[in-house]
Nanobody, 124 residues
Framework: QVQLVESGGGLVQAGGSLRLSCVGSGRIFGSSAMGWFRQAPGKEREYVAAINWDGGLTHLGDSMEGRVAISRDNAKNAVFLQMNNLRPEDTAVYYC?????????????????WGQGTQVTVSS
């Protein structure tokens, strides 16, 4: 079992930056791949980025490619999403998710555990 808590969302002007954090509890966090997804009102859940169990492999989705970076610190049971040059269309609830396997996935249905989400609002 993994419990996840996101933080770091908020209101930011276009062009600004935010760093989201996700802290997990549970023995399997350190061996789980992690992903970040987002969902805007009325839209499908969208993949943002993912990282394998030890941070050696990362993947960035098309939605924020070039403006986002994912990292993790297993000693702190944490995964991070650095977002730069934010745009109004990035406004959404951002979720971190854990996949109890070492390899990441870009498909949200392959993640077993989810946080409650953190709201990111980008003003123009």
């Amino acid at each position: 079992q993994v419990q996840l808590v996101e933080s770091g969302g908020g209101l930011v002007q276009a062009g600004g930056s935010l760093r989201l954090s996700c802290v997990g509890s549970g023995r399997i966090f350190g061996s789980s791949a992690m992903g970040w997804f987002r969902q805007a009102p009325g839209k499908e859940r969208e993949y943002v980025a993912a990282i394998n169990w030890d941070g050696g492999l990362t993947h960035l989705g098309d939605s924020m490619e070039g403006r986002v970076a994912i990292s993790r610190d297993n000693a702190k049971n944490a995964v991070f999403l650095q977002m730069n040059n934010l745009r109004p269309e990035d406004t959404a609830v951002y979720y971190c998710a854990a996949r109890p396997r070492s390899d990441y996935s870009t498909i949200w249905q392959q993640y077993a555990y989810w946080g409650q989400g953190t709201q990111v609002t980008v003003s123009s």
